[in-house]
Each structure stands twice: as C-alpha cells, then as structure tokens.
Nanobody, 120 residues
C-alpha cells in the first residue's frame, strides 16, 4: 500500500502562483508513476500532469501546459505541482495519485485532495 497526502492548496487571485505537494509513504519503492488530477464542482475529474518516478519523464494536459510544472523528490518521496499564471478555471480539488509497478495500467492510490480556489 502507498499512502498519499496532499498539501499546499488555498485561495489565490488570478495570475498568482501556488505550489502543491504530495507526500508518499508506505511501499514507496513500488511507485511507477505519480500524477495530479483535479475535479471542479459539477465536472468530472480530469488529468493535469504526471511524472515517471524513476526517469522523471513528464506529461501535461493541454490546459496547463506551459503554466504548471510537475516534479518529484525521490529522497523525500514527494511530488510537487508548481502552478503559475493561475486562472479562475483552475479552481478545483486537486488530487495526487500513484501507479504501482505491479499494476502500471491504473492509478491505484489516491490522496484526499486539496482545494485550490482562484478568484478573478
């Protein structure tokens, strides 16, 4: 099992920056990939960004490319999401998720989420 705890959410104004953190514990040696998803009120959860744990390859959704940066610290077992030039449409609950090397096809582990609110 891998446990994930997000932090860093808050209320900011449009154009501001915010950095989210997700600390992993438990079977961290088995992490294959970590990602950020978000869910706005009344909308489905959507993919934001992902990073391969071992080789640090990254992926981004088109809506955040160029504004958000995902990174990871393997010593601290933590993944980050640096969010710049925030827009009101970025308002959502942000979730951290992880894929296990034993099952790389799905995100088996999820955090509890952290609220990000961007005012106009």
């Amino acid at each position: 099992q891998v446990q994930l705890v997000e932090s860093g959410g808050g209320l900011v104004q449009a154009g501001d920056s915010l950095k989210l953190s997700c600390a992993a514990s438990g079977r961290t040696f088995s992490i294959y990939m970590m990602a950020w998803f978000r869910q706005a009120p009344g909308k489905e959860r959507e993919f934001v960004a992902a990073i391969r744990w071992s080789i640090s390859n990254t992926q981004y959704s088109d809506s955040v490319k160029g504004r958000f940066t995902i990174s990871r610290d393997r010593v601290k077992n933590t993944v980050y999401l640096q969010m710049n030039s925030l827009k009101p449409e970025d308002t959502a609950v942000y979730y951290c998720a992880a894929r296990d090397t034993l099952d790389t096809a799905r995100y088996a582990y999820w955090g509890q989420g952290t609220q990000v609110t961007v005012s106009s």
